[in-house]
């Protein structure tokens, strides 16, 4: 099973900030996912990726899959980013078939004015 | 744009009862997933199905069963619940995922409390 490891478990910065938020795994993976969850629960998909990086506006996602380590940027930061940040991984398998994704605990990130 | 949406946001019911949390999605997806949340442990996979009446246990099955009679609707069953089951519970669906990058979509969630 993977163990899904995110850092930290808190960040409140000022708006503006260039923020990073951390996400290790223990296991080889096909994809990982970064999502992002606002006060009330809905949760939505920022990125998937496989390798490399992907940019959308202030949001940038990297990969190592040799290190085992994602990280999810945000530049410019402000208040509105405020939320939780997931990383969540689905594990590399063999033959295709739906799985479930294995989450970390979730960064709760805090922007302020 | 892909809705899933699940029968209650808030949901309040007695121990030893049965209770039924619905998932419908509206886009043909052939997978769909149901979680819970909890404060320090993050989503946790319970069951997922990749097919109408297909169904796979996840991380933490015990307690729950689930029902795929049609593709657009995934149901979570607590056949007698217990306080322990009180939590946010979070239904998503994807396509059928031969390529490695699916997204899933999720539900706004169902908060149970179990008293």
């Known amino acids: 099973k993977n163990e899904v490891e995110q850092s930290p478990q808190n960040l409140t910065a000022q708006e503006g900030e260039f923020i990073t938020i951390n996400c290790s795994y223990s296991v080889g993976i096909s994809a990982l996912h970064w999502l992002q969850q606002h006060p009330g629960g809905g949760i939505v998909s920022l990125f998937m990726?496989?390798?490399g990086k992907k940019k959308h506006g202030r949001l940038i996602a990297t990969i190592n899959i040799q290190e085992k380590h994602s990280s999810l940027h945000i530049t410019a930061s402000h208040p509105r980013d405020s939320a939780v940040y997931i990383c969540?991984?689905?594990?590399?398998?063999f033959g295709g078939g739906a799985d479930g994704l294995t989450f970390g605990k979730g960064t709760h990130l805090i922007i302020q004015p | 744009d892909v809705k899933v949406t699940q029968s209650s946001r808030y949901l309040v019911k007695r121990t030893g009862e049965k209770v039924f949390l619905e998932c419908v999605q509206d886009m043909d997806h052939e997978n769909m997933f149901w979680y819970r949340q909890d404060p320090g442990l993050g989503l946790r996979l319970i069951y997922f199905s990749y097919d109408v009446k297909m169904k796979e246990k996840g991380d933490i099955p015990e307690g729950y069963s689930v029902s795929r009679e049609k593709k657009e609707r995934f149901s979570l069953i607590l056949e007698s619940a217990s306080t322990n089951q009180t939590s946010m519970y979070l239904c998503?669906?994807?396509?059928?995922?031969?390529?490695?990058?699916?997204?899933?979509?999720f539900g706004p969630g169902t908060r149970l409390t179990v008293l």
């Open positions: 998503a669906s994807s396509l059928w995922d031969f390529e490695p990058t699916d997204t899933q979509y």
């Open positions: 990726l496989s390798s």
């Open positions: 969540a991984v689905r594990s590399r398998r």
